[in-house]
């Protein structure tokens, strides 16, 4: 009989282009497997992700998306030049994780992203500026990466010039943690997860002396001056990881959302006739094509779910993409309805304790940029002459080029 499970590689090109159909498979006849390939157990259905992520317990977080972990002995011998275990609030478990939360709660606080609002909005309105009497764009390239690294950017407090270079050592810790490249590559994408180890640590350092109201001021441990009950290692990586999640989930929302929206050209009108639809839009587009395919977590015990026993330090992924299709949650769930009203049970930014800090952030950035293209860019449309190429990532599901048309106005 052929096993479904076999067929699991979310970079194989019939996957990136559609791994729904596998997915919905997975879920009915191999809802939990163990694929030697990557050596994982995959969760696929929408209460089993929800149990483990309620589950800190047999589920741990610590260590779960670590670089380090690539066995290769010359990748290895890199990262020995930096810190010995990447220690963040995506990775940690209680108590740790109310701690360095805290201190999140106080950089991402609901009026500080509000007041954020004006800035976002003359972002987008210049980036679109750059492009509008081109008549096309690569809407990846020129504005769903620019806006919210842009603004990640403000909000740590470096210089919006140096975003290029931190876009590029975040994509090095990406394909780290997916460990499918090529050696070579793996070793080049080390040395550049060690740069940015560097950078922000260089950077925190120039705040004991020189503060500022941003988040690196605010991330400053108390063992250097600051405020943050952080060690020095803490206050790096999670500035690390702010930078990545910062625009990562952004850029696949707008680049998902878009491409959503230019195939379903009736939701697109009503949505650009009518504003107010964005907000639940959003939802929906996180839901139906989820930016984040999925997270890992380390099994801390020999655990059952769904009739499988998985084993005490085997690795788990849950993958939301999957579940944010699960029939037994949502109608017709492979259907694109910006009016859904259970949109925003999607799994896009985790639940529990990981619900991800910065998604109100994410959902502004989202709003504003469909609301300024929408508005500037009429007839908007996908172009005929070039095709869109999705991100050959593991955990990551979004374009890395989407090339769009519109009228150029008068």
Not at 70 to 76: D, K, T
Not at 293 to 319: E, H, M, N, W
Not at 321 to 327: F, I, K, L, M, P
């Amino acid at each position: 009989m052929d096993d479904v499970s076999a067929h699991f590689n979310p970079m194989a090109p019939d996957q990136l282009a559609n791994p729904y159909p596998l997915y919905e498979r997975l879920r009915r006849e191999r809802p939990v497997f163990y694929s030697p390939t990557f050596d994982l157990w995959v969760v696929t259905r929408y209460a089993d992700i929800s149990e483990v992520e309620r589950d800190t317990a047999h589920f741990s977080s610590v260590g779960s998306l670590d670089a380090r972990a690539e066995p290769h002995p010359e990748v290895r011998a890199v990262l020995a030049q930096g810190y010995s275990q990447f220690l963040s609030l995506v990775q940690s478990d209680l108590p740790d994780h109310t701690r360095v939360r805290a201190v999140f709660g106080k950089a991402l606080s609901a009026q500080r992203i509000a007041a954020m609002e004006p800035t976002i909005r003359a972002t987008a309105d210049a980036l679109i500026d750059g492009f509008i009497r081109d008549g096309k764009a690569d809407l990846i390239q020129q504005f769903a990466y620019a806006l919210p690294g842009f603004i990640i950017c403000d909000l740590l407090g470096v210089p919006r010039s140096d975003m290029e270079q931190l876009k590029r050592w975040s994509d090095d810790k990406t394909a780290l943690m997916s460990a499918t490249a090529p050696i070579e590559q793996l070793v080049q994408c080390a040395h550049g997860f060690i740069a940015m180890e560097r950078y922000f640590r260089e950077k925190l350092h120039e705040r004991r002396s020189h503060p500022r109201e941003d988040l690196l001021t605010l991330l400053v441990p108390q063992s250097l001056g600051g405020t943050a009950p952080l060690s020095e290692q803490e206050a790096v990586c999670n500035a690390m990881d702010l930078f990545a999640a910062g625009h990562e989930t952004t850029t696949g929302l707008i680049g998902n959302g878009m491409w959503l929206l230019l195939n379903a050209p009736e939701q697109l009108e009503a949505v650009r006739e009518d504003p107010s639809l964005l907000p639940n839009a959003l939802e929906e587009m996180l839901r139906v094509e989820s930016p984040i395919r999925g997270f890992f977590r380390t099994v801390t015990a020999d655990t059952p779910l769904s009739g499988v026993t998985l084993p005490k330090g085997g690795r788990a992924f849950i993958l939301y993409a999957s579940g944010n299709r699960d029939e037994t949650q949502f109608a017709e769930p492979d259907r694109f309805d910006i009016r859904r009203t259970d949109a925003k049970k999607h799994l896009a930014f985790g639940k529990g304790i990981h619900f991800c800090v910065g998604a109100p952030l994410a959902k502004l950035e989202g709003r504003i940029a469909f609301e300024q293209l929408l508005r500037r860019l009429p007839g908007l449309r996908l172009r005929i002459d070039e095709a869109p190429v999705h991100r050959p990532y593991f955990m990551l599901r979004g374009f890395e080029h989407l090339p769009i048309a519109w009228n150029v106005p008068a």
